[in-house]
T-cell receptor
């Protein structure tokens, strides 16, 4: 699956629930990222991590949380504080050395609030 | 932070014609500019990229040009084919820290008509 796996592919959340999206990579990439994709708005950065046990907020971090306990894994939790969570979520990873590399994306998780 | 604008939002061409998508960026220190293609329901795929020390790069039917003075870069697709129909995203890596963090444009829906 291109070395980066997201699960589940589809996720349904009830109002007030927290849900966690999984992202795992076996590319030995240092950096991992979470983007949210909405129609007509492109990809917006939620959180990113360059090293284990460290991560930074992106442009739209409110209502989301992450952890980076292992190099291979970067799960995203969508909390009940996120008022409009219905979207397509993409995880990506990249090499950091030299800093001039593109991303490898996962296949995405489509989250719907019911 | 970096800001990337992309135009047009939709583009329709006849098969065999050329297509051009343009992006502008705000951070004069940005040094890496990738382009991604996303087919319906699939993950974005890197199709070409350019670094700030190069003015043009070509790969078969696709090419990217970079004008650092004007802070804009463009994707050119020649001899378009139906399989080129997809959403295309430009991105820029800001030069002021943030590891390999990319800022994306809002996307261009390209439709190649028979």
């Amino acid at each position: 699956d291109g070395g980066i796996t997201q699960s589940p592919k589809y996720l349904f959340r009830k109002e007030g629930q927290n849900v966690t999206l999984s992202c795992e990579q076996n590319l030995n990439h240092d950096a991992m990222y979470w983007y949210r994709q909405d129609p007509g708005q492109g990809l917006r950065l939620i959180y990113y991590s360059q090293i284990v046990n460290d991560f930074q907020k992106g442009d739209i971090a409110e209502g989301y949380s992450v952890s980076r306990e292992k190099k291979e894994s970067f799960p995203l939790t969508v909390t009940s504080a996120q008022k409009n969570p219905t979207a397509f979520y993409l995880c990506a990873s990249s090499i950091l050395q030299g800093g001039l590399y593109g991303y490898t994306f996962g296949s995405g998780t489509r989250l719907t609030v019911v | 932070g970096e800001n990337v604008e992309q135009h047009p939002s939709t583009l329709s061409v006849q098969e065999g014609d050329s297509a051009v998508i343009k992006c502008t960026y705000s951070d004069s220190a940005s040094n890496y500019f990738p382009w991604y293609k996303q087919e319906l329901g699939k993950r974005p795929q890197l199709i070409i990229d350019i670094r700030s020390n190069v003015g043009e790069k070509k790969d078969q039917r696709i090419a990217v040009t970079l004008n650092k003075t004007a802070k804009h870069f463009s994707l050119h697709i020649t001899e378009t084919q139906p399989e080129d129909s997809a959403v295309y995203f430009c991105a820029a890596r800001g030069g002021t820290g943030g590891g390999n963090k990319l800022t994306f444009g809002t996307g261009t829906q390209l439709k190649v008509e028979l």
